[in-house]
C-alpha cells in the first residue's frame, strides 16, 4: 500500500528535515531509488511528471510504483509533479496516487487560487492531498518552462495556503528547473524563505532544487556527453533549506544525468554486449547512490 504524503511531510516538519521527491520514467530508476530509501531507513517521495506518464503510461508507472512500496521497508509515496492537464490530474486521483500537485502558478493569483481549490476539493473527497506552487521558478525540464523567476511573496503564500486549503505549498526562492540553474553564482533567498514559513502551517516544497554533481557529470563527459555550463544547487545551500523550513525537495535532474553516465561508460567499455540488462544494470546502481547522498543531505535518513 502507497504511503500518506501529508503524513510523511507533516512528521518531516514537526521535525525539521525534508524527504526527497524523486522523479521516474522508468523500473530501473525506481528500484534504484527505493533501494537507497530502504538502505537508509528513509522516507521516500516517488514522482511522475506529465511527461513521464506520456513516455511510459500513468497505470504502468502507478502498478510499479504501488509494487515497489508493498515490497519496500520504508513509506514509498506516489505524487503526481506539475500537474497542469486537469485530465490527468483527476486519473491520478481515481488510481490512488498518495498526492497530486496542481501547478497554476503561471496563471494570475486569482485564478491560481480557483484552478488550485477546485483539486484541493476533488482530491480531499479521495483521501488525497494536493500541493500547490505561488511563484514560479526559472529553467526548463519536462514539460515545465519559465524564463523568469517570481519570488513567493509570503503575505500572498498565508493567503494563499488559508484560501485554497492546499496541503504543501511549492515556493519560489531562486532555483531553477533543469542542469543549466545558474549563470553567476548559486544563491537562495533564506530571509524569504524564513518569512513564508513563519506565515504558513503546511510543510514546504523547494522545485529546482537538484546539485548536478561534478563527478557525475564528469564521468558522462568522459565517455561523450556535451553538458558544457551545467550548474546545480550546493549542498550547502539545501541544507541551509532545510533548517530554514524546506521539508520536501524535488530531484530529477541528477537522477537522469546519472542513468546517462552509467550507461555511456558500459556502452564505451563494452561494445559488443547488447544485453540491456548489462546496460541498465549500472545505471540503476548509480541511481541508488545519487539518491542516498541526497537522502543524507535532505536529513531523512532513519527517519522511515
Do not use: W
Amino acid at each position: 500500500m502507497l504511503a500518506d504524503t501529508k503524513k510523511i511531510l507533516e512528521k518531516a516538519r514537526k521535525n525539521n528535515y525534508a524527504v526527497g521527491h524523486f522523479n521516474i520514467n522508468n523500473l530501473e530508476t525506481l528500484q534504484g531509488i527505493v533501494q537507497a530509501a530502504n538502505n537508509l531507513k528513509a522516507p521516500v517521495i516517488i514522482a511522475t511528471s506529465e511527461g513521464a506518464i506520456g513516455y511510459a503510461g500513468i497505470n504502468f508507472l502507478y502498478e510499479l510504483s504501488r509494487t515497489a512500496s508493498e515490497l519496500s521497508q520504508v513509506p514509498v509515496a506516489l505524487h503526481l509533479d506539475h500537474g497542469k492537464d486537469l485530465q490527468v490530474i483527476r486519473q491520478a486521483i481515481q488510481l490512488g496516487y498518495s498526492s497530486v500537485m496542481i501547478d497554476a502558478s503561471h496563471e494570475p493569483f486569482e485564478k491560481n487560487i480557483r484552478l488550485t481549490k477546485t483539486i484541493v476539493q476533488l482530491a480531499h473527497r479521495q483521501g488525497i492531498s494536493a500541493e500547490a506552487e505561488l511563484g514560479t521558478i526559472g529553467g526548463a525540464e519536462d514539460s515545465v518552462s519559465a524564463k523568469n523567476i517570481i519570488y513567493t511573496d509570503p503575505e500572498k503564500a498565508q493567503e494563499f495556503v488559508a484560501r485554497t486549503g492546499c496541503d504543501f505549498l511549492a515556493v519560489a526562492i531562486g532555483t531553477s528547473h533543469g542542469a543549466y540553474k545558474f549563470k553567476g553564482q548559486a544563491g537562495l533567498n533564506m530571509e524569504l524563505l524564513k518569512q513564508i514559513r513563519q506565515r504558513t502551517k503546511v510543510p514546504l516544497v523547494l522545485h529546482g532544487a537538484s546539485g548536478v554533481p561534478p563527478e557525475i557529470v564528469r564521468q558522462a563527459e568522459k565517455y561523450g556527453a556535451d553538458l558544457m555550463g551545467v550548474k546545480g544547487v550546493p549542498d550547502s545551500q539545501i541544507k541551509l533549506a532545510v533548517k530554514n523550513g524546506i521539508n520536501k525537495i524535488n530531484i530529477d535532474t541528477d537522477l537522469r544525468i546519472a542513468f546517462d553516465a552509467a550507461v555511456r561508460k558500459v556502452l564505451y567499455e563494452q561494445p559488443k554486449d547488447f544485453d540491456s540488462r548489462h546496460l541498465l544494470g549500472p545505471a540503476r546502481e548509480l541511481i541508488t547512490k545519487v539518491a542516498e547522498k541526497k537522502i543524507k543531505i535532505f536529513g531523512s535518513e532513519g527517519k522511515a
